[in-house]
């Protein structure tokens, strides 16, 4: 079964254990850090989320929780403490179907270090990360849990969409990305590139030069790139 074709709720189930045993086993989490959610197709709907303080390297497809539209469970152990978070971004980006939320290292020793703006947490060093990251904000830091974090991602969504962006991420500080995408695969390979961007600037100590003006238009003209 391709993780591209459009699965039912059976294979959503499988194809989010894979993704999270992927990133588990890759080091993008650790320990009980971390969770995914899932859109589930209409006109059910509602979703799938890891439970909370579940290891993503070891989910059980029976295990995962399901809510409905409204955010209550319906069955699973219990959903991640993240659900309101991930609701909210689906709210506010309706073309989401999977939301991921990582520890990864790389992008959490940026945050130590300083990020390059807050409005940018790396500059856009190769063409990629221009094409399937795009910009990614910085989120303040609140405890893990707070509900502002949902609110200040949501009206980040929002300002990027007045400037005719779309949002694929955002970094919260000192915590971890929060990346979401048409489906597993496209999540993923936002975190993937975000990861990898932040590691080429760190070994650069953060000197390298990002993309000429001229070579991000190419990919705004050539590839519909939101940036």
């Known amino acids: 079964m391709s993780l591209l074709s459009q699965p039912s709720e059976t294979q959503l189930r499988e194809q989010l254990c ?9 080091g993008y989490v650790h320990g009980t850090t971390g969770n ?3 859109r589930l197709p209409e006109p059910a709907g509602g979703f799938l989320i890891t439970p909370t303080d579940a290891c993503l390297g070891f989910l059980e497809p029976d295990k995962l929780a399901k809510v409905d539209a409204s955010g209550e469970q319906l069955s ?35 945050t130590l270090r300083g990020v390059w703006r807050d409005d940018d947490i790396v500059p856009p060093l190769t063409p990629y990360f221009v094409m399937k990251v795009g ?3 910085l989120v303040p ?7 502002r974090v949902a609110d200040h991602i949501a009206t980040l969504i929002e300002a990027y969409r007045t400037r005719g962006l779309s949002l694929r991420a ?8 929060q ?13 993937e590139e975000l990861e990898e961007t932040a590691r080429l600037w760190l070994r650069s100590g953060r ?13 705004r003209q050539h590839f519909q790139a939101s940036w």
């Open 179 to 191: 990346v979401w995408g048409s489906n597993l695969v496209s999540a993923m390979a936002v975190l």
């Open 135 to 137: 910009h990614v904000p």
């Open 76 to 110: 699973g152990d219990r959903a991640s403490k993240t659900l309101a978070l991930h609701r909210r971004i689906y709210q506010h980006s309706p073309q989401a179907n999977c939301v991921i939320h990582t520890h990864s290292s790389w992008l959490v020793d940026l």
């Open 36 to 38: 995914i959610s899932v």
């Open 141 to 147: 830091y609140f405890r893990p849990g707070d509900v």
């Open 207 to 219: 000197q390298a030069e990002p993309l000429s003006e001229a070579a991000i238009e190419e990919c």
């Open 18 to 26: 894979q993704v999270g045993r992927s990133l588990f086993e890759r």
């Open 170 to 177: 955002v970094m919260c500080d000192r915590l971890g990305p």
